[in-house]
């Protein structure tokens, strides 16, 4: 468990860096971006996956229902809606609702133990005084509950293939899948555009979006979420605007008010409250199931 929430922990930090190089590729396509991102991270993890040996696996029609669904849903419509939000309300209003992710997962993760529960609200409420009280349109709301599904969805889904496919294979799949669906939405969006080839410094943000925030995120996350379960693993979400103060305050693009600390503060507290509240019979039996077949 130790080691589980390590990699939980660490994942969601290195997705809160994302914020860090936004301004890298402010003024690159973004659809366009976010296509380039998973054809370089799916690049990296089908090479992976073939240095390691590891076979292709049949799956099942319900099990490749799931792959498709996370692709569509944990990825694809999770990125467009974030987008979307973003452009129509601005970060604020998506950061905020997307805080609530520990506390949805820890609902939908069977019956919780008080203590997880209580950990997930504290979790919520620090990433929300972090991210800042959103303010935004009708259109901006609902975009935002999209993103919701889909991060909710990039968890749930995964559940049913890691004891199969294992974290690397689940993370190459979901980002091949994941390619052409983002090239058609950026292609419908941005025209043509989208294909302009990025500057040095583009690059480099890119690069490193497909690999610290796509590929080894995606593991550790992945890895962790069998030894977790969802209700404890979905406690270190709140560690995305954790990871976002921090580079900002270590590169000096930003200097957290007294509010980004005291939420920072909170969701280490959750969390710690979190993870002591002792695991329901089911939770175990998937982990136990996952570990040894990954």
């Known amino acids: 468990m130790r080691n589980g929430a390590l990699g939980a922990a660490t994942a969601m930090f290195m997705v809160g860096t994302l ?3 936004s301004g890298l590729i402010k003024d690159y396509p973004v659809y366009g971006g976010q296509a380039v991102r998973y054809l370089l991270a799916a690049a990296v993890l089908l090479v992976v996956t ?6 292709f696996v049949r799956l099942t029609l319900r099990e490749a229902g799931c792959l498709v669904g996370l692709a569509v849903l944990g990825l694809v419509v999770f990125n467009i809606c974030v987008i979307e939000s973003t452009r129509d309300s601005g970060p604020a209003l998506v950061g905020t609702v997307l805080g609530t992710v520990p506390l949805v997962l820890a609902l939908v993760s069977g019956r919780p133990a008080p203590r997880l529960l209580a950990g997930a609200v504290v ?3 620090g990433a929300t005084l972090a991210t800042g009280l959103g303010t935004g349109s009708t259109g901006g709301l609902l ?3 999209g993103a919701l599904v889909g991060e909710v969805s990039f968890s749930l889904l995964a559940i049913p293939l890691l004891p199969k496919l294992g974290a690397i294979r689940v993370s190459a799949y979901s980002t091949a899948l994941a390619v052409p669906m983002l090239a058609v939405a950026g292609v419908a969006v941005e025209g043509t555009s989208m294909f302009r080839a990025p500057t040095m410094p583009e690059a480099l943000g890119l690069l ?5 925030v796509t ?4 593991f550790l ?5 069998p030894r977790l379960g969802a209700g404890r693993a979905g406690l270190f979400a709140g560690m995305i605007p954790v990871g976002a103060i921090v580079t900002g305050m270590l590169l000096g693009v930003a200097t957290p008010s007294a509010y980004d600390l005291l939420g920072a503060g909170l969701v280490i507290v959750g ?7 002792r695991r329901g019979p089911s939770a175990a039996s998937v982990s136990a199931s996952a570990t040894v077949r990954s």
């Not at 073939?50 to 076979?55: E, H, I, K, V």
């Not at 490193?208 to 610290?212: E, I, K, P, S």
């Not at 590929?215 to 995606?218: L, P």
């Not at 969390?271 to 509240?277: E, F, P, R």
């Open 50 to 55: 073939r240095a390691l040996g590891l076979r």
């Open 19 to 21: 914020a860090a190089v």
């Open 208 to 212: 490193y979006l497909a690999v610290v």
């Open 271 to 277: 969390i710690v409250a979190g993870l002591t509240a």
């Open 215 to 218: 590929v080894v995120a995606f």
């Open 143 to 145: 975009w935002a509950l």
């Open 123 to 125: 979790v919520v409420a």
């Open 221 to 225: 996350w992945y890895s962790a979420l």
